[in-house]
């Protein structure tokens, strides 16, 4: 078998850049591992301190607490003490002051209980005076009302027999007309019923009368007369 | 032919109606004879149950001689134009109250005849319930002048005199 020499060389160039990298790597390698060893000791170290400094802090602070209240203790028997001395001047000042007071209140009562006396008579006074005024007014009123509502009655009843009268009259009338057409019927009917009776005792006498009492040459004459109106009148013709 | 003559004759003696129609009863029944065997003395018995002026006339005139086959034609013929004439004679209806006797029917026929048309009838009626004078009915015309009519008439014009008394 025969190798390329240039592929020998492209090969050497190859392993040898391989080479190069593989060690800059395994230099950086070795940095890296003792960075980590560092940090994991300062990283124990830190943990460590932490671990001791909360109970001493609130060792400090019972302490500091302790101290405040003592003098905060301190502080408040001095104002207690302080504050008895001016209780007792207050107390006093006030009972004077309350006395005064009762005594400016009892003339003030005094004044207003008289003033509210003169105004509750003023008052009574125009009251009374307000009541006889209104009653007056109301007497009035209750007579004028009176009135009015006696005219409004006595027109209403005026009006309402009025009405009553022209019903009565207009019902009087409607009577009166249908009375009368009533009695101008029975005239018609009485007056045909005794046209027929007449008629009849007319006919009965006159055939009666005039039949027995007409001579026979009057009743040629009277045919005769009727012959001659008859010609007069041109039934003829 | 002497019809005219006949009818002229025969109408001045016929006065009423009831006449005129016996008279044409009596012709119809020589009508109805004229074509049969000819027996003159029955033709003229039937003649002679009328007036006898009118019956004497209608003999002379119709059944006189025994006529031949033509001659019945034209009698025939004589008749039919008599009864045509008797038929369409004008009548004045009189209804009076009383009955009236010949003289009197005579005495209303001429004045009628006279007044009117010389072949004008009377058509007499008689009605009591008239009482007197007549009602006239001529030409389609009708006139009252009975005495029942002047009655009423009168009491028209006294009703309320006469209703003011019955009262």
């Not at chain 1, 050497?12 to 994991?40: D, G, M, S, Y």
């Not at chain 1, 001791?52 to 019972?62: D, M, N, V, Y």
């Amino acid at each position: 078998m025969i190798i390329d020499p240039i592929a020998l060389i492209f090969l050497t160039i190859a392993i040898t850049t391989l080479a190069v990298v593989l060690f800059f790597l395994a230099r950086a390698f070795t940095k890296n591992a003792q960075l980590l060893h560092e940090t994991e000791k300062a990283n124990a170290h830190l943990q460590e301190q932490l671990s001791e400094k909360p109970i001493r802090l609130l060792e400090k602070a019972h302490e500091q607490a302790q101290e405040i209240m003592d003098q905060a203790n301190k502080k408040a028997s001095e104002i207690l003490a302080s504050s008895k001395t001016y209780e007792d001047n207050s107390s006093q000042i006030l009972r004077d002051k309350l006395s005064d007071l009762e005594k400016q209140q009892a003339t003030i009562f005094t004044k207003a209980s008289e003033d509210m006396k003169l105004a509750y008579q003023n008052l009574i006074t125009q009251i009374q005076e307000e009541d006889i005024n209104t009653l007056k007014s109301m007497t009035k009123d209750i007579e004028s009302d009176v009135l009015a509502d006696f005219k409004e009655f006595r027109d209403v009843l005026e009006k309402e027999t009025i009405n009553s009268e022209k019903v009565v009259k207009e019902k009087i009338d409607e009577e009166y007309l249908a009375l009368e057409k009533d009695l101008d019927e029975y005239k018609t009917q009485k007056y045909q019923k005794i046209d027929e009776d007449i008629y009849k005792i007319l006919y009965r006498v006159s055939e009666m009368v005039l039949n027995e009492g007409i001579e026979y040459d009057k009743h040629k004459e009277l045919v005769m007369d009727a012959l001659e109106t008859a010609k007069k009148e041109q039934v003829f013709q | 032919m002497n019809n005219p003559a006949l009818f002229d004759q025969i109408i001045v003696k016929l006065r009423t109606t009831t006449e005129v129609t016996q008279v044409i009863h009596s012709l119809e029944e020589f009508s109805g004879t004229a074509f049969g065997p000819t027996d003159i003395i029955a033709q003229q018995q039937i003649f002679q149950k009328l007036p006898k002026e009118i019956a004497d006339m209608l003999i002379n005139s119709l059944t006189k001689q025994s006529p031949t086959a033509e001659g019945k034609i034209l009698i025939k013929r004589q008749v039919n134009e008599l009864l045509d004439k008797l038929r369409s004679c004008k009548s004045v209806k009189l209804t009076i109250a009383f009955q009236p006797d010949d003289a009197t029917v005579s005495l209303f026929s001429d004045w009628i005849k006279t007044n009117t048309n010389q072949s004008a009838l009377l058509d007499l009626q008689f009605d009591r319930s008239i009482v007197g004078g007549a009602q006239v009915i001529a030409g389609g015309i009708y006139k009252d002048y009975s005495v029942r009519k002047n009655l009423i008439n009168r009491y028209q014009i006294q009703r309320d005199e006469i209703m003011e008394l019955l009262k």
